[in-house]
């Protein structure tokens, strides 16, 4: 069976673009494979949380992605810091990542230009500790968004790269996965880019929030002055929220919503309220179970002690190949 790896940063609270994006790809590959997927609390420390808030942060992802359904009892749920081979990996994959490439890192020039004062190694090497992520556990599907295609294709390097040195074949090349065509890019609802945690307040709409909170920043979101021409290719902040629809909407809503644009006959009050909606049935059940998990203080320590047990096993046998491999040996 093949083996899936996949995390998600524990950085704040999720939202649609790592539901569609990752999650809902997570829940049902755990059907098909053999599945990791954890917490990356490590990856999380380049931006300095506090104690208090990496454990909080931790809390929530843990608590939404039991909510969005992944199962334990298929998964192995586990948190990134609770498998320390993972980090002596990366140390050895570092012996073999070269500071051009990581400089030219799209994720990493953008991280430079919008915090020039936190350019720290860890910001550096964080496609190195990604890579050590997922070849630990030799996975060769890793289901993401599109904004980590540059990063499955830097993991396939440095897995090649120690195949090379050390051993042919020991690694397997990992791709980005989803089960439609291309990897998926939600847009955020500022009008520019993606959705995002940084993205400023308003752009994201998470999982946790109340309809209300859903239906404010909808309605908040940018548009235009409405289409002037009928068919009219439609400005970026106008189809970033078609896109959402996309997503969330039935295929007659969309259909519906795309006729009265082109028929210049859309009120984007209507669009806008229809699109809250159905965001507020789309997050409706995992919404629903997010307090009651959150709550439930032993069963989350009893998925995370799972999790942990499964991913070490796992992470353990990689390690000790992997030091033998090397060259380090007992006398
Ligand atoms: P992170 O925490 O930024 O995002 C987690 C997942 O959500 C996806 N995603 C999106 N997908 C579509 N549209 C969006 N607007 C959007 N925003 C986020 C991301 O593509 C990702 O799949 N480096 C990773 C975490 C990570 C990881 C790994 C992932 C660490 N090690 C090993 C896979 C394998 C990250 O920062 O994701």
Known sequence: METVVSGIRS???????????????????????NCY?????????????????LHGNVKQVLVE??????????????????VPEVAELYLYLNMN????????????????????????AGLLTYPVLMAADIIIHKATKVPVGKDQEQHL???????????????????????????????????????????????????????????????????RAVTDGGPTTENQTKPQEIQNLFDLMNVVSTPDTYAHFENLYN???????????????????????????????????????KVAQLGADKARESARKTIKEVREIIGFKSF
């Open 11 to 33: 950085t704040g609270n999720l939202h649609l673009g790592n539901y569609y994006g990752a999650i809902q790809n997570f829940v049902k590959m755990q059907h098909e494979y």
């Open 65 to 82: 992605y039991l909510a969005a359904g992944i199962d334990p009892e298929k998964a192995t749920i586990y948190i990134q810091s609770d």
């Open 263 to 301: 028929t210049m006959a859309i009120r984007y009050g209507d669009f806008k309220k229809q699109l809250a909606e159905d965001m507020i049935i789309a997050t409706a059940p995992i919404r629903d179970r997010i307090n009651d998990i959150a709550n439930d203080a032993d069963y989350l320590r």
């Open 153 to 219: 294709e830097m993991a396939r390097t440095f897995g090649n790269r120690f195949n090379r040195l050390y051993k042919n074949d020991y690694f397997p090349e990992p791709y980005a996965f989803t089960f439609g065509e291309n990897l998926v890019k939600i847009p955020g609802l500022d009008g520019k880019g993606k959705m995002g945690k940084s993205e400023g307040a308003g752009n994201a709409v998470y999982l946790s929030d109340t309809p209300e909170a859903i239906r404010k920043k909808v309605m």
């Open 37 to 53: 997927f954890f917490i990356a609390d490590l990856h999380s420390l380049t931006t300095h949380p506090t104690p208090a808030d």
């Open 97 to 120: 990542a070269y500071l051009g490439e990581l400089e030219r890192a799209t994720s990493f020039k953008d991280k430079v230009r919008a915090n020039p004062d936190n350019v720290n």
